[in-house]
């Protein structure tokens, strides 16, 4: 049974925010909400400051805090380890964002719009009608159903992320973690994660 | 606009209305509790008002109300769950029971009485677990918060119990000395409010930052003016006062209600604070 995960390479990324926006391209997500963001960290004292860019999603923890506050059972786990969330079912409690470590998760208070009526340009659908749920990455579930990586995986300018399954020695990502020395965020809190980072080279 | 930078978040989803549920539904809970006791009526009514605010005070907070009933389908893990569970237990006890005088007079009342008791001292606590099993807020991630919350909940309950049963039942009122349940329940829950905010600053970075704000940070009035004072130093004034030198009847019922409602604030203004006060640990290390 496949286990999907991703690897961050925070040596890697550059900050250019290109997988944020390929997430809200492909899903539609409305202004404000990010399933994918890139939060930044800087580091030193002057005149050796740097920053440096943190990729951050959902998890698709193996024990996921989320799924076990729902009280509606909105959010579920899926064979592969994707955790989903069935819009249909979510009644808005936001017990799962408090449960969340990650900041992974949004509540839609309204439906808003970058352009009048559409979520947008491209006329993307997933997310419309629905409001006073909560809403995530989803690992672009319906891109891996076509056999395609996620969108932020696919845009990556500098590849930083590479996304496969856990449970397959042999895939790119399995390769990689055996390679490096990796770590998964928050891992002391007993969720694990799917997501692991490869930590930023330190001089 | 949300600021993407790695550090500390602040809780921003639990607010009043949240706090309001957690105060009336407990309260409530906490008065039916003691109208099984005393098998008072009018208590009864008066603690199934409150539950039923404190209920509608969720239902607002809720982003689809329409769903709400399917919050009893995660039973195996889910504290709300729960206590959607517990307030359908208790309303299924206590609303039969203050309904019929027939039932009240027949052998099926202890079976009532019994179910009702254990469901209201579900419900002033479920909230407590709640918050304490959320890994991700550290400030709340206690198993202090149960027994805070149940406390809580019980002292304001008796201060409703004692207004209640003054009006409706007073020679029943004038032969229970609520106010010394009123001191030793005050006391314990000082001390574990005290336990638990003194246990937290070597936790984490975010307790640490929880602690500071509820403290010394921009809760600072809210805690002490309203938990603390209105809540905690008010009413414990009030029952050692009682207690030790007595009130003539015209000022007791000059003074329980004022107390009473500086109780109820004070507690909703304590849950506030602690909903408030709830930060998540950053996701990297500093």
């Not at chain 1, 419309?128 to 845009?155: M, N, W, Y």
């Not at chain 2, 509608?56 to 689809?64: E, K, N, P, R």
């Not at chain 2, 009342?109 to 807020?137: C, D, E, P, R, W």
């Not at chain 2, 005050?186 to 336990?195: D, H, Q, R, Y």
Request: charged letters at 20%; aromatic letters at 10%.
């Amino acid at each position: 049974m496949k286990r999907y995960g991703m690897l961050i390479d925070l040596r890697l990324c550059i900050g250019c925010n290109a997988c944020t926006m390929a997430c809200k391209a492909e899903h539609g997500t409305q202004p404000e909400v990010f399933w994918c963001k890139v939060l930044e960290k800087e580091e030193g004292t002057y005149p050796a400051v740097k920053r440096l860019f943190v990729p951050v999603l959902c998890n698709h923890c193996d024990d996921p805090p989320c799924e076990t506050v729902c009280p509606t059972e909105a959010t579920y786990k899926t064979e592969e380890g994707l955790v989903l969330i069935d819009y249909n079912k979510c009644m808005g409690c936001s017990a799962c964002i408090l449960a969340c470590p990650y900041d992974a998760r949004t509540f839609i208070e309204e439906e808003r719009f970058y352009f009048p009526d559409t979520p947008i340009p491209h006329g993307v659908d997933e997310l419309r009608g629905h409001k006073g749920i909560v809403q995530k990455c989803t690992f672009c579930s319906d891109r891996l159903k076509r056999g395609e990586e996620p969108a932020c995986v696919e845009v990556c300018p500098p590849s930083c992320r590479i996304f496969g399954d856990l449970n397959d020695p042999e895939s790119d990502i399995s390769k990689v973690l055996k390679e490096n020395s990796c770590f998964q965020m928050l891992d002391s809190l007993g969720t694990k994660p799917a997501t692991y980072y490869i930590q930023f080279c330190k001089k | 606009m949300e600021e993407f930078i790695v550090g500390l978040r602040l809780n921003n989803r639990f607010n009043s209305l949240v706090a309001f549920n957690f105060t009336l539904e407990g309260t409530g809970a906490a008065v039916i509790l003691g109208a099984f006791f005393f098998n008072c009526v009018p208590c009864m009514t008066a603690g199934l008002i409150l539950v039923g605010l404190g209920a509608l005070a969720l239902l607002f907070d809720l982003g689809s109300p329409a769903n709400s009933w399917r919050s009893v389908f995660n039973l195996w893990e889910s504290w709300i769950s729960r206590g959607a569970l517990f307030l359908a237990g208790l309303l299924l006890f206590s609303l039969p029971y203050a309904g019929s005088a027939g039932l009240r007079d027949s052998a099926a009342a202890i079976i009532f009485k019994g179910g009702g008791i254990v469901f209201a001292i579900l419900i002033m606590s479920y909230t407590g677990f709640l918050l304490g099993t959320m890994k991700a807020i550290p400030f709340w991630n206690s198993r202090m918060l149960a027994p805070i919350f149940f406390i809580q909940s019980l002292v304001s309950g008796i201060f409703i119990l004692n207004f209640t049963l003054s009006i409706f039942s007073s020679e029943l009122a004038v032969n229970v000395n609520f106010q010394l349940a009123e001191i030793l329940l005050l006391t314990a829950g000082s001390a574990a409010i005290g336990i638990h905010l003194l246990g937290l600053p070597s936790k984490s970075p975010a307790a640490r930052e929880s602690v500071k704000r509820m403290l010394t940070g921009r809760l600072r009035l809210l805690f002490w003016g309203g938990g603390i004072g209105l809540g905690i130093i008010l009413p414990l004034l009030f029952a050692l006062i009682v207690q030790t030198e007595g009130l003539s009847k015209s000022e007791l019922s000059l003074w329980l209600p004022l107390v009473m409602t500086g109780r109820l604030a004070g507690d909703f203004l304590f849950r506030n604070v602690y909903l408030k006060s709830g930060i998540y640990e950053s996701i990297l290390d500093e």
